[in-house]
Each structure stands twice: as structure tokens, then as C-alpha cells.
């Protein structure tokens, strides 16, 4: 046995310090590790996607290139022709055996109709607007209607809103018929006209001339869901539109060029109630599925409780511009212009919430006073004052997909606060509609529709498309 001198035993314990401090430091380097590894993962997968997406042939894709086909075809009110739009679908229709019919309406505006019959004749109808909106082609980096992949993106006017959804459908329907199987009920394709300048010769037009048809719907679907993404492997909310605002024109005229600017700086400066709020039970029906998903905790808080929320200015005030929206009723003033018939105008867009109506609230956005002395024209287009039913199969077979799809996915209903589509026109004719988007994009893309170098992520596109059939499939077959 050695003999352990004092100098011998101060060695000792400096290295067993060492090792101590070594091997410490070596478990909480694993530690710390462990606990980044979600945050580490994250960077390390969207690298392997990003490879993934440079190596893959997209451009050969059948869906990319139908969309590329679709996106080709200007369909602008400026500049385009909506029956040049309608021929491509039709003929990609009619190529899958599917009879298609296009109904001209005026120079260059159509809708499209194509059945597949079912065992039950009321159809599932797959609803797009065929126009997109006008371009300014020096405001762009690719020609708009190009239609220029640069992965992982294609550029063009229309990619997002929304040739995107109609090709979807489009392959949806080419699907059914290349199944051979029977149809359960049957599906109607609908391509309309005029979306982007109020649907007068689309949807508007149909539930003139075609009521019979019309409430022979069993339920639409159609543009206005959202997807909210942190990551592509994290979705944060998938909301289906069930309900949105309704609107109205209040048209102002004048010669006096200045008053109108008067009454539009009046109006900004006034800004929108903080006090005057209102939770509608669509919005209601919204938050408890919606609040747990904030990120902030604050943002939690507030949206779990919506009625301390809006008895609290200063609390109310913490809200997103776009969260605020549900909760109230807004007038919001365009530039003043120069007047078809002479003079001058300014358009003011009237937002109202579910089951509001113009009369009770006008008063309140745009007083009387302000306008005193001034012709003022109001035209408020047919709008449901309800959303529609959460108890739909169509509603159900689209959030059993999606769990099914992407397992744990917070998903629900949307309102939508700050625009409109073609839903709020079925909806007065009593047909049940639902905006569906099944595309999961980055919310920093939405960003970019209607406007210059408006592009759509082509992977989110062939995973969306293939999603859509689904769903299609869930609901006929």
C-alpha cells in the first residue's frame, strides 16, 4: 500500500476538480443540446426540403403545368379575356371526358359549368372566379403572365388568387372521373366571371338567371380559408372560412373637389370605435378554438376573454388591426376621384359584422352632418347577415382530412374581417359555402396577392392539390 503524501493528495483532488468540471461541463453541453434540438432540427430540415425542392423536376409535375397553362392566360379586366380562361379549363375538361358548357356574358366575360352526376342530384360545387386583377407590368421583376418558376416559387398574376385553387379543383374533378367509381352525389365545376369587381356578371348573375339551379346546391366551396404556418412543420391554425363582414358602397359626390378630401381626412382622423364593440357568436364560436393558439400570452389572455377584452380600452388596444376588426363595425374612405358624369366622388366602404344591418349602423359610421349638402349613393350588394353551419358534412369532412393529413393541427372555422368573396352570395341564397385553402404557404407570401410579383410556392401547390382530392373524394365518394 503507497503512503499518500499531503502534496500527493492536493494532486488528487485538482484532478478529480478537473474531471469534474470536464465531465460537468460535458453533460450540460448534452443537456442544453437536448434541449435545442427542436430549434436545431428545424434549420437542419428546411435545409433537406430546400434540397429536396432544387433537385425535384417540377416544371414536369401535370398540376404545375396546368398551372402554368392557366397563369399564361391573361383573365384581367384590363387587359385580359375571362372566355380565353374558360376555353382552357373547358378543354382540359373535356380532354378527361367531362362534358363542359360556357355561357358568354358580353365581350370577354364567361362563366363555365361541368357536371359529374351522382346517386344524390344536389352537387358539391367547386367554386373559382376565372378574372384576376389588372397588373402594372413595370412593377414587376418576371412578366406577369409568364408564369416564371424560380423555385421554389412561380410568378405570375392569379397564382395565389386563385388559379391556384381552380386547378386543384380541376384535377379533383379529373380525378372522380378517371376513378370509375360511383358518385355518391354528384359535383359541379364553377368557373365565374367578374370577381374582382363584384361578381355582376358571376355568382350575381347566376342567382338571377339560375335560382333552380342555384337551390339545388348542397354546399360550396371556394376561396377564403387560411393556413397560418410558423414553419412548414409547424401550422399554427387552419381556419376555414364559415363567415365574413358584409359590405356596401356609400358613394359621396360633389363638385367641390376639397370638401370631399375634407370628409375623408374627417373620417381617418375620427378612426374606427374603440368602445362601440360588439362579439358576435360567429366570433365567439372562433376564439375557442382560436385564442390557444397565439404565441403571445398575452394575445391568449385577451382573446380567451373577449368580454373583459372589449370592456377594456386600453386592453383592446393590444390587438392586432385585424383581430379588432371582428369585434366592430367600420367605415373606411377610398381617395377621392374624378366622377364619371362630371365633379368628383368619394367611395366609402361600409364593413359590417354578422347579422348587422345598414340601417341600424350607418348613422353611427358616417353621420348625417358630414354630408350635408352632398348627393350620396348607397348600394349595398345582397350579403347573408350569417355564416354557415359548423354541422355540415362538408364542414366536417374538411377538418377530418386535415387531422387526418396533418395529425394535431389546430384547425376550425374562419371569419373573414377584412374582405369578401362569392361566399356571401351563396349564402343569401341559402346554400352553405366554405372557404377552403389547402395549400400550406408562409403567411409572409399572402402578403403579395394582388399585387406585383404575386407568386405561389410550387411544392405547397402539388402537396395542396393532392390534399384537395382528398377532401373532394371524402365528400362524393
Same mark, same amino acid.
Given at each position: 500500500?503507497? +503512503?499518500?503524501?499531503?502534496?500527493?493528495? #492536493?494532486?488528487?483532488?485538482?484532478?478529480?476538480?478537473?474531471?469534474?468540471?470536464?465531465?460537468?461541463?460535458?453533460?450540460?453541453?448534452?443537456? @442544453?443540446?437536448?434541449?435545442?434540438?427542436?430549434?436545431?432540427?428545424?434549420?437542419?430540415?428546411?435545409?433537406?426540403?430546400?434540397?429536396?425542392?432544387?433537385?425535384?423536376?417540377?416544371?414536369?409535375?401535370?398540376?404545375?403545368?396546368?398551372?402554368?397553362?392557366?397563369?399564361?392566360?391573361?383573365?384581367?379586366?384590363?387587359?385580359?379575356?375571362?372566355?380565353?380562361?374558360?376555353?382552357? #379549363?373547358?378543354?382540359? #375538361?373535356?380532354?378527361?371526358?367531362? =362534358? @363542359?358548357?360556357?355561357?358568354?356574358?358580353?365581350?370577354?366575360?364567361?362563366?363555365?359549368?361541368?357536371?359529374?352526376?351522382?346517386?344524390?342530384?344536389?352537387?358539391?360545387?367547386?367554386?373559382?372566379?376565372?378574372?384576376?386583377?389588372?397588373?402594372?407590368?413595370?412593377?414587376?421583376?418576371?412578366?406577369?403572365?409568364?408564369?416564371?418558376?424560380?423555385?421554389?416559387?412561380?410568378?405570375?398574376?392569379?397564382?395565389?388568387?386563385?388559379?391556384?385553387?381552380?386547378?386543384?379543383?380541376?384535377?379533383?374533378?379529373?380525378?372522380?372521373?378517371?376513378?370509375?367509381?360511383?358518385?355518391?352525389?354528384?359535383?359541379?365545376?364553377?368557373?365565374?366571371?367578374?370577381?374582382?369587381?363584384?361578381?355582376?356578371?358571376?355568382?350575381?348573375?347566376?342567382?338571377?338567371?339560375?335560382?333552380?339551379?342555384?337551390?339545388?346546391?348542397?354546399?360550396?366551396?371556394?376561396?377564403?380559408?387560411?393556413?397560418e404556418v410558423r414553419a412548414r412543420d409547424d401550422i399554427k391554425y387552419w381556419g376555414t372560412e364559415v363567415v365574413q363582414k358584409r359590405f356596401a358602397d356609400l358613394v359621396v359626390c360633389s363638385?367641390?373637389?376639397?370638401?370631399?378630401?375634407?370628409?375623408?381626412?374627417?373620417?381617418?382622423?375620427?378612426?374606427?370605435?374603440?368602445?362601440?364593440?360588439?362579439?358576435?357568436?360567429?366570433?365567439?364560436?372562433?376564439?375557442?378554438?382560436? @385564442?390557444?393558439?397565439?404565441?403571445?400570452?398575452?394575445?391568449?389572455?385577451?382573446?380567451?376573454?373577449?368580454?373583459?377584452?372589449? @370592456?377594456?380600452?386600453?386592453?383592446?388596444?393590444?390587438?392586432?388591426?385585424?383581430?379588432?376588426?371582428?369585434?366592430?363595425?367600420?367605415?373606411?374612405?377610398?381617395?377621392?376621384?374624378?366622377?364619371?358624369?362630371?365633379?368628383?366622388?368619394?367611395?366609402?366602404?361600409?364593413?359590417?359584422?354578422?347579422?348587422?344591418?345598414?340601417?341600424?349602423?350607418?348613422?353611427?359610421?358616417? =353621420?348625417?352632418?358630414?354630408?350635408?349638402?352632398?348627393?350620396?349613393?348607397?348600394?349595398? =350588394?345582397?350579403?347573408?347577415?350569417?355564416?354557415?353551419?359548423?354541422?355540415?358534412?362538408?364542414?366536417?369532412?374538411?377538418?377530418?382530412?386535415?387531422?387526418?393529413?396533418?395529425?394535431?393541427?389546430?384547425?376550425? =372555422?374562419?371569419? +373573414?374581417?377584412?374582405?369578401?368573396?362569392?361566399?356571401?352570395?351563396?349564402?343569401?341564397?341559402?346554400?352553405?359555402?366554405?372557404?377552403?385553402?389547402?395549400?400550406?404557404?408562409?403567411?409572409?407570401?399572402?402578403?403579395?396577392?394582388?399585387?406585383?410579383?404575386?407568386?405561389?410556392?410550387l411544392p405547397s401547390f402539388v402537396e395542396g392539390v393532392e390534399l384537395y382530392r382528398e377532401v373532394v373524394r371524402r365528400l362524393v365518394l
Amino acid at each position: 500500500m503507497r +503512503l499518500m503524501t499531503p502534496a500527493s493528495f #492536493l494532486e488528487r483532488r485538482r484532478r478529480m476538480s478537473a474531471r469534474l468540471a470536464l465531465y460537468g461541463s460535458l453533460a450540460l453541453v448534452a443537456g @442544453a443540446a437536448a434541449l435545442l434540438v427542436f430549434w436545431l432540427g428545424r434549420p437542419l430540415r428546411m435545409r433537406a426540403y430546400e434540397t429536396a425542392v432544387l433537385e425535384a423536376d417540377f416544371p414536369s409535375l401535370p398540376e404545375v403545368q396546368l398551372l402554368t397553362g392557366y397563369v399564361q392566360i391573361d383573365t384581367s379586366e384590363a387587359t385580359g379575356d375571362e372566355i380565353a380562361g374558360a376555353r382552357f #379549363l373547358a378543354g382540359k #375538361l373535356e380532354e378527361a371526358g367531362i =362534358p @363542359a358548357r360556357i355561357e358568354v356574358i358580353g365581350g370577354r366575360h364567361a362563366n363555365l359549368y361541368a357536371l359529374l352526376e351522382g346517386a344524390d342530384p344536389r352537387p358539391l360545387v367547386l367554386h373559382n372566379h376565372i378574372d384576376v386583377e389588372s397588373v402594372k407590368p413595370e412593377e414587376w421583376i418576371f412578366p406577369p403572365f409568364s408564369a416564371h418558376i424560380k423555385l421554389p416559387f412561380m410568378y405570375g398574376r392569379g397564382t395565389f388568387d386563385m388559379k391556384s385553387v381552380a386547378i386543384a379543383q380541376l384535377m379533383a374533378m379529373i380525378d372522380l372521373k378517371k376513378s370509375g367509381k360511383p358518385l355518391r352525389r354528384s359535383v359541379l365545376f364553377l368557373a365565374t366571371s367578374s370577381e374582382e369587381r363584384g361578381s355582376r356578371l358571376g355568382v350575381r348573375w347566376i342567382l338571377r338567371r339560375r335560382p333552380k339551379l342555384v337551390r339545388s346546391f348542397w354546399a360550396v366551396l371556394t376561396e377564403g380559408g387560411i393556413v397560418e404556418v410558423r414553419a412548414r412543420d409547424d401550422i399554427k391554425y387552419w381556419g376555414t372560412e364559415v363567415v365574413q363582414k358584409r359590405f356596401a358602397d356609400l358613394v359621396v359626390c360633389s363638385g367641390d373637389r376639397e370638401r370631399l378630401e375634407d370628409l375623408r381626412r374627417t373620417l381617418i382622423e375620427r378612426g374606427f370605435t374603440e368602445t362601440d364593440l360588439k362579439i358576435v357568436p360567429e366570433v365567439r364560436t372562433l376564439l375557442e378554438g382560436y @385564442a390557444p393558439t397565439r404565441d403571445r400570452e398575452d394575445y391568449r389572455e385577451l382573446l380567451e376573454n373577449p368580454d373583459a377584452t372589449i @370592456a377594456d380600452v386600453r386592453a383592446f388596444r393590444k390587438l392586432p388591426n385585424y383581430l379588432k376588426s371582428m369585434f366592430r363595425n367600420e367605415a373606411v374612405p377610398f381617395n377621392v376621384e374624378e366622377a364619371p358624369g362630371g365633379g368628383y366622388e368619394l367611395m366609402i366602404k361600409i364593413h359590417l359584422l354578422p347579422g348587422q344591418k345598414l340601417e341600424g349602423v350607418i348613422d353611427e359610421l358616417v =353621420p348625417r352632418w358630414m354630408t350635408w349638402g352632398m348627393p350620396v349613393a348607397l348600394d349595398e =350588394p345582397p350579403s347573408a347577415l350569417r355564416g354557415s353551419p359548423l354541422d355540415h358534412p362538408a364542414f366536417q369532412g374538411i377538418q377530418e382530412v386535415i387531422e387526418e393529413r396533418y395529425p394535431g393541427t389546430p384547425s376550425g =372555422p374562419w371569419f +373573414l374581417p377584412w374582405s369578401a368573396t362569392d361566399s356571401r352570395f351563396f349564402r343569401t341564397a341559402g346554400v352553405p359555402s366554405y372557404g377552403f385553402s389547402p395549400f400550406v404557404i408562409m403567411n409572409t407570401e399572402t402578403l403579395r396577392v394582388d399585387k406585383s410579383n404575386e407568386r405561389f410556392s410550387l411544392p405547397s401547390f402539388v402537396e395542396g392539390v393532392e390534399l384537395y382530392r382528398e377532401v373532394v373524394r371524402r365528400l362524393v365518394l
